[in-house]
């Protein structure tokens, strides 16, 4: 990555309030034109640093540099990034069309070109001919479009959204993700957006930061997130996990002997990532990469049996509960409806038996 | 952009800010950048004077030589008592003139405060009654002046209701000491006249009132008349309204209540008690820095005026300065108002209080505070 | 909504207590315009016949209108610095993270709590020791003291009622905090600001224990109304001033607390 | 990555900006600064002068200020000073008292038996306080005098032969005066209070079977005490340095301390005892605060 491809620098960045830490050391740069998300639970930091980007927290230690520029005493107004908040932020006493020029008396502009701005931003998010109403006769998703207007027509290096579409219902959200896409897609600007909301995050994004109490755990791809976690933490964030404890037997080599604990297995895989001393680890796998049998099958080298104790119908998918050993712990099984017909009517209380790929082991370390 | 406008169009949050800004401006920073203070144009060029005086003795009819010279009345400053007009000049309050009476003038001359009047620059001073002024502490000896022009001259007596009030006798103090009218009598609150008069009901005499014996005689004659008064006040209109409602009967007042009930149609007299009495003279003094003495002495001429003299007399009871006002009233007249044709003839009939020092007031005045609570 | 069970059925006893509470609140009041329009001079019940002459002779006298002009001299000078202080205030109380919040916020809500006497005596105290001259403008910096609490307490509901993510976006489209003030926190409180310059007013024009201490030889109109009542024969033209005044009093305050809500709640809430 | 410039080569102006950036309350106590200074410099400052002052004596028009106890000392031992104290407080307590308990049930009717335009009557109920306080006490002058409506009204009704004295100039006239000018000050915060209960949880409390009354007292009240509580000193501390009232309609024994440190600065003209008498006044305000906030603490304690 050469220094011309990155539009924001995070370095060692750290924020305090009073006693409570709420960023901590925050190390990592975001790429020009990218579609760049921090996910994380509430209170695990992401929007501090968005707002340590836009400037209205001033970061306790480390450095914020944008397009190249050190950011730490550059106060908001003339920071080169424009923000869509959390609730919009609508200026209440202002119509849609001064809502969105509200940034370009600066640009001292006439009148006509003003308008003729103000006029290309209502056709490109869709509202034209609302200029004149007022924040308060706008819906939910015709307030984030003027917000996203608002902001865009300053041309800004960089767009910052907080949770923009938390205040959406479920199916608006999912237009409205579709949306922003196609617009980062179609103004080519660099969009930083927030949220606690993993499906929207994988969704949306080109690249992904996962937080958790103050600390970033992992950057990367969403397929990278998703296969690859680093932590224990990052594979419970992102998607449904089963966690299976599991003890490291013996490493040789590029091979690992771990013991799975309850299933009398013990099987080998070949990684490098296990560099953690501790023995104890847990293996993380991903319901949808195990396969229900009703008897042992042959094919795989390792299968675990196991007592079906819930079966859910989801349409395209049903999911399963099994309990490995009786009061122990419990994998939950997603497979594709087809498949599960194929297993006939089996009902909690069967016996059955599971099976995966050998690579759809994730060793994590027990932190 | 009209106020009314303004806050329903705020309301409606209508309001621009530009509209808003101007509003403001023209509201409120014009005036608070410009001066809180008024800036009264004057027709003569000349700052008005300010006049410290009791409530009432603000009125245009005293003042209308003033008003015609100078097209307005001068600025006043009221207060309850003298005393309290002294206080605050003592605490950096700029008058011209304040209105203490003849007993005060040593006193108030030792703080130094104030400046003797030069009587040459008053064109009404011949008419002045000599006898009003002529006392040893008020003129100044370097340069002719006096330390007080004198004004109203009258005196502290009892208002009584002749229709509710048993008069057994002759009249006297022991009016304000009946115990059959037992909180029916109203008391004045302040000391420099239910003390005098206290003193002349327990038989002190005036020389002898710094003394302690003084001082036991009259606290305990205060005492004893306490839990017969309705009510110490210094606010005339309290007391008249109480005696207009037969709420008192009898009241120590000043000559303005018996002659305002009088002419209320309120049957009062204003008693001659026997034992006399608290007759006293009050007038104007000047302050040491007048911001504007010019205008001052105009104040003064005007307040010595024959026609301030007839309002000052006719329509408030007091004497007046001036001799030629009495010539205005026929004998009757003047006996209604309890003045008489010779100022002399009712001041020295009455006892006159004497000057005191600082520390006498401030033990009268803590003592009488303390019976009037009861003590 | 639901149904609140018994708070929805009417109960007279309460009623007739709330009748009774208002009017007890009420007539003493009206009693003022009431005899503002007797001919005798003395008030005496009942009214034997009515004039409007002390409203005409109101007119006639200057030092009223004098002393009116001082009242409202003062009164705008101390509505405006108060509620321009006010806003400053409020805003970084309510903006900021500002250690000893809690306390700063007690100390300016403190002379709501302290008898104004004290406020008078300490005053006077301090301003012959500077050896300032009393005048209006020492009864002005009186009456700030008191007025601040108010202006306050009526404009920080008003900045904690709207998201401050508003600001920080007219910041973050460019405009430095200058024209954010302007452009959008004056346009969003400007209620909160109507309604504190009218109660600052409203205080500051009929306050009279700290104007009494702190008054020089202008005179306001309770300071003048003071002085009216010791005199008989002033005494209806008092009656009919005071009149009018309570009328326009009762509009400017009904207008504030309309324009400002809740601001006078929320006050005594924290008080 | 761009040269950041060093702090040392920034101008003045920036570098204060980056300051004023990097420190959030600083730039709040910036804004607060003007209201701070100014109420130091008109509460903090006097009230340290006053205090020194009050250890100073009057003699004749001058002060000396050799600094003693002497004017405490009167205070303490001379029996009008404490009387009148002890008087005011009381005065001030029965007042507030009488009032709080008048106010209750019409904050109890508005909280939760007034459903709409509640803001109208909030505002008709406080209106009388924002207008001329001594035209109110004036208009009471009319309503308790000898020849006032009261009086007149029994007396054309016959009930009384001759005016009731008591009415006006005592302590009953300004008992009742105080009540009805600081009404407002006692009722909002207790209306507040009530306005805040959880509506629901006395539908729960319903419920469960507990009668009103119970309701009353078992929730009710002790949630609405904040209120109360604050009520009582909004109303309480500053009627006991009133000296309007008293002069207007209270009579000989009536006279309150706030006449008496008026009188200090007038007609007495003794500064520094009206000064300590000031000092002392707030002392046993204080006092009687803290007195007042235990015994509500260990009511609340007992009640549990």
């Not at chain 1, 020029?101 to 001292?108: A, D, E, P, Q, T």
């Not at chain 3, 205080?203 to 010791?230: C, H, K, N």
């Not at chain 4, 109920?125 to 309503?143: D, E």
Request: aromatic fraction near 10%.
């Amino acid at each position: 990555m050469t220094q011309h491809d990155t539009m924001i620098s995070i370095r060692n960045v750290g924020k305090r309030f009073g006693p409570v830490v709420a960023v901590e050391d925050a190390c990592f740069d975001i790429r020009r034109g990218e579609f760049f998300s921090i996910l994380g639970a509430s209170g695990s930091g992401k929007t501090t640093l968005l707002r340590i980007l836009a400037g209205f927290e001033a970061a306790t230690s480390g450095a914020v540099f944008i397009d190249g520029a050190q950011m730490d005493a550059v106060p908001p107004h003339q920071r080169p990034v424009n923000m869509v908040f959390q609730n919009y932020a609508i200026f209440p006493h202002l119509n849609v069309r001064d809502n969105i020029g509200f940034g370009l008396r600066k640009l001292k502009l006439d009148r006509a070109e003003r308008q003729k701005r103000i006029g290309a931003m209502l056709d490109l998010i869709k509202l034209p001919g609302f200029g004149d109403r007022h924040a308060d006769q706008l819906s939910g998703g015709q307030r984030q479009r003027v917000a996203l207007a608002r902001a865009l027509i300053l041309r800004p290096k960089v767009l910052l959204l907080d949770e923009p579409l938390g205040a959406l219902d479920k199916q608006l959200r999912e237009q409205m993700q579709i949306e922003l896409r196609a617009l980062q897609r179609s103004v080519g600007i660099t969009f930083v957006l927030v949220t606690h909301d993993q499906e929207e995050a994988l969704t949306l994004s080109d690249r992904i930061a996962v937080m958790a109490d103050g600390r970033v755990l992992q950057v990367d791809t969403p397929a990278g997130l998703y296969e690859r976690p680093c932590s224990r933490r990052v594979a419970g964030f992102v998607g449904n996990m089963n966690f299976l404890p599991a003890r490291v037997l013996s490493q040789a080599g590029g091979a690992t002997s771990i013991d799975i604990p309850g299933c009398g297995t013990t099987c080998s895989i070949a990684t490098k990532r296990l560099e953690h001393c501790s023995s104890d680890i847990s293996l993380a796998i991903r319901p949808e990469r195990i396969t229900l049998h009703r008897s042992r099958p042959a094919a795989p080298a390792i299968a675990v049996a196991g007592v079906l104790r819930d079966r859910m119908y989801l349409g395209e998918r049903t999911h399963f509960q099994i309990e490995l050993e009786p009061g122990g712990a419990t994998v939950a099984v997603s497979s594709s409806t087809m498949k599960a017909e194929a297993l006939g009517t089996i009902g909690p209380g069967a016996q059955v038996w599971l099976s995966w790929p050998e690579d759809a082991l994730i060793p994590l370390g027990n932190e | 952009m009209k106020i009314p406008q303004m806050i329903s169009a705020a309301k409606r949050g209508t309001l621009s800010r530009r509209a808003f800004t101007q509003s403001l401006l023209a509201v409120g920073i014009v005036p608070v950048i410009s001066q809180v203070a008024p800036q009264r144009a004057r027709a003569s060029g000349t700052r008005h004077a300010t006049v410290f005086t009791w409530g009432g003795f603000d009125v245009p009819e005293l003042y209308q030589d003033y008003v015609e010279k100078h097209g307005d009345l001068p600025d006043f400053a009221i207060f309850g008592a003298p005393e309290d007009g002294l206080t605050r000049l003592r605490s950096g309050f700029a008058a011209d003139l304040i209105h203490p009476c003849m007993g005060d003038i040593p006193r108030w001359r030792s703080t130094g405060l104030f400046q003797p009047i030069d009587t040459s620059r008053l064109s009404n001073w011949p008419d002045v009654i000599p006898t009003l002024y002529q006392a040893p502490h008020n003129l100044d000896d370097a340069d002719g002046g006096v330390w007080q022009v004198p004004f109203d001259w009258g005196q502290t007596s009892i208002t009584y209701r002749t229709d509710l009030y048993d008069l057994e006798g002759e009249e006297s103090w022991d009016i304000l000491w009946d115990e059959r009218y037992a909180g029916r009598i109203g008391m004045l609150a302040s000391g420099d006249d239910a003390w005098w008069c206290a003193a002349i009901k327990a038989g002190v005499s005036f020389d002898q009132i710094h003394t302690d014996e003084a001082f036991e005689a009259i606290a305990a004659v205060l005492r004893a008349q306490r839990p017969l008064v309705r009510t110490y006040t210094d606010d005339t209109s309290s007391l008249n309204q109480a005696l207009a409602a037969g709420e008192m009967v009898a009241a120590m007042t000043w000559n303005s209540s018996a002659v305002e009930l009088t002419f209320e149609e309120v049957p009062v007299r204003f008693a001659q008690p026997k034992e006399g009495a608290l007759t006293w003279v009050c007038g104007f003094m000047m302050t040491q820095n007048a911001p504007s003495p010019d205008s001052a002495y105009d104040v003064l001429d005007a307040l010595l005026s024959v026609s301030a003299g007839e309002f000052l007399t006719g329509d408030y009871g007091y004497g007046h300065s001036n001799a030629r006002v009495l010539e205005l009233f026929d004998d009757e007249e003047l006996a209604a108002l309890t003045l008489s044709r010779d100022p002399a003839d009712i001041l020295d009939a009455g006892h006159r209080s004497i000057p005191q020092p600082p520390e006498w007031s401030a033990r009268m005045n803590t003592l009488y505070e303390q019976i009037k609570a009861g003590f | 909504m639901t149904e609140r069970f018994e708070f929805h059925k009417p109960n007279r006893a309460l009623q007739l207590y709330a009748g009774l509470f208002m009017a007890m609140l009420y007539v003493p009041i009206l009693f003022i315009p009431l005899f503002s329009f007797s001919d005798g001079l003395y008030i005496r019940f009942p009214i034997e016949s009515f004039t409007l002459r002390w409203y005409a002779e109101l007119f006639e006298r200057t030092a009223v209108l004098r002393a009116l002009e001082n009242s409202v001299r003062v009164a705008v000078s101390v509505a405006i610095v108060s509620t321009v202080l006010g806003v400053f205030a409020a805003k970084a109380l309510a903006r900021y993270r500002i250690p000893g919040r809690g306390p700063i916020l007690g100390f300016i809500l403190l002379p709501l709590v302290v008898p104004p006497i004290i406020f008078g005596v300490a005053l006077l105290l301090l301003v012959s020791a500077l050896k300032i001259p009393l005048s209006l403008y020492t009864i002005a910096a009186g009456h700030i003291i008191i007025c601040l609490p108010f202006a306050i307490a009526t404009l920080l509901p008003r900045f904690e009622g709207y998201d401050a993510a508003m600001e920080e976006a007219a910041a973050d489209l460019g405009e430095n905090g200058w024209w954010v003030f302007w452009r959008v926190t004056v346009p969003i409180i400007l209620p909160g600001i109507v309604a504190s310059l009218l109660l600052t007013f409203t205080v500051s024009f009929d306050e009279f224990v700290m104007a009494f201490f702190l008054g020089g030889t202008d005179l306001t109109l309770p300071l003048y109304i003071w002085g009216q009542l010791r005199i008989p024969r002033a005494f209806p033209v008092v009656l009919a001033l005071g009149t009018l005044i309570l009328l326009f009093s009762f509009a400017l305050v009904f207008i504030g607390l309309r324009i400002g809500r809740r601001g006078a709640i929320k006050l005594v809430d924290r008080g | 990555m761009e040269e950041s410039p060093s702090a040392a080569r920034m101008p003045l102006r920036n570098r204060l900006q980056g300051v004023l950036i990097r420190h959030e309350s600083l730039r709040g106590f910036l804004l607060l600064a003007p209201a701070l200074v100014i109420l130091g410099i008109t509460v903090a400052v006097p009230f340290l002068l006053m205090s020194a002052m009050s250890l100073w004596t009057q003699i004749g028009f001058d002060y000396a200020d050799d600094w003693s106890l002497r004017n405490y000392t009167a205070i303490l031992t001379e029996p009008l000073y404490t009387t009148l104290l002890l008087r005011s407080l009381t005065m001030a307590m029965v007042a507030t008292f009488v009032t709080v308990v008048l106010v209750y049930p019409m904050a109890y009717f508005l909280a939760f038996h007034v459903h709409s335009n509640k803001l109208i009557w909030l505002i008709i109920i406080t209106l009388p306080f924002w207008t001329s306080y001594l035209l109110r006490v004036f208009a009471w002058r009319v309503i308790l005098g000898y020849e006032g409506v009261i009086n007149s009204g029994l007396m054309e009704l016959g009930l009384i032969g001759e005016p009731l004295q008591f009415l006006l100039y005592s302590r009953v006239a300004v008992i009742i005066t105080l009540a009805h000018a600081w009404a407002a000050f006692a009722f909002l915060p207790i209306y507040v209070s009530l306005e805040k209960i959880d509506k629901s949880m006395l539908e729960a409390s319903a419920d469960l079977g507990e009668p009103p009354v119970m309701r009353f007292f078992r929730v009710i009240l002790p949630l609405s005490m904040p209120g109360v509580i604050a009520g009582t000193f909004l109303m309480f501390i500053p009627t006991v340095g009133d000296y309007v009232t008293p002069t207007l309609v209270g009579g000989p024994d009536a006279a309150m301390i706030g006449n008496l440190i008026q009188l200090q600065f007038g007609t007495i003209n003794n500064w520094p005892m009206g000064a300590a008498l000031a000092i002392t006044m707030i002392l046993s305000i204080t006092l009687v605060g803290l007195f007042f906030m235990a015994l509500m603490h260990g009511l609340r304690r007992w009640a549990r």
